[in-house]
């Protein structure tokens, strides 16, 4: 009966190191997945490399059209404490709502929601933030959260590349005040 087996006349030491290989193999193939997706699964929003994608098409089309965007940073403190992947989710669905349809909402780094907003102007963050902060406060009342808000406007194209708009953000970010807004013009 053993005989039928495949493997079954290979020695344990054998059987292992193939297990180590396929442990490899599944190993390549996740990071080449985490490499080309542009959704986070624990969310449903874009993930890191969405962003980028998203900063891109609106950096192209400010270039084309002169139509500012911005960047809207938002920490929640709570997500890195509660490691809560149902309130990421929750968070992340409430941000795309409250978005346009041509905006985009991404998550970073587990405790950063990132909305990329198509046509913003210098006056109308006040309006987007409390709409936004509106939207996460009521939907999260059984579980209080914190959210620190930066916006960074962009009206001209910078000499910033999409990964220097993020990490840019994410510095303001860890600036953030607990109340209020931090907006920052970079065009200016």
């Known amino acids: ?5 495949p493997g079954s006349h290979e020695s344990p030491t054998e059987l292992r190191k193939q297990l180590g290989q396929l442990r490899d193999e599944i190993a390549d193939l ?3 997945l985490d490499v080309l ?9 874009l993930n890191r490399n969405g962003l980028l994608e998203s900063i891109q098409s609106a950096l192209n089309w400010l270039r084309r059209r002169n139509e500012p965007f911005g960047l809207m940073g938002i920490r929640v403190p709570e997500l890195a404490r509660q490691s809560d992947d149902e309130l990421v989710r929750h968070l992340g669905a409430v941000l795309s709502s409250t978005l346009r349809a041509v905006d985009s909402a991404a998550v970073l780094e587990e405790v950063n929601l ?3 907003l198509r046509e ?3 006056e109308g963050i006040p309006q987007v933030v409390a709409r936004v ?3 996460l406060g009521g939907a999260t009342r059984a579980t209080p959260i914190t959210p620190r808000f ?3 406007l962009v009206r001209r194209p910078p000499s910033l590349l999409p990964a220097d708009l993020i990490e840019r953000l994410t510095e303001l970010l ?3 005040p607990l109340v209020g807004i931090k907006a920052i013009d970079l065009s200016a």
């Open 1 to 5: 009966m053993a005989d039928d087996v």
């Open 30 to 32: 996740r990071l080449s």
């Open 37 to 45: 997706s542009t959704i986070d699964l624990a969310s449903g929003l």
């Open 114 to 116: 990132v909305g990329v």
């Open 120 to 122: 913003l102007t210098l």
């Open 133 to 135: 902060r509106e939207a």
């Open 150 to 152: 930066v916006v960074v």
């Open 174 to 176: 860890d600036e953030a």
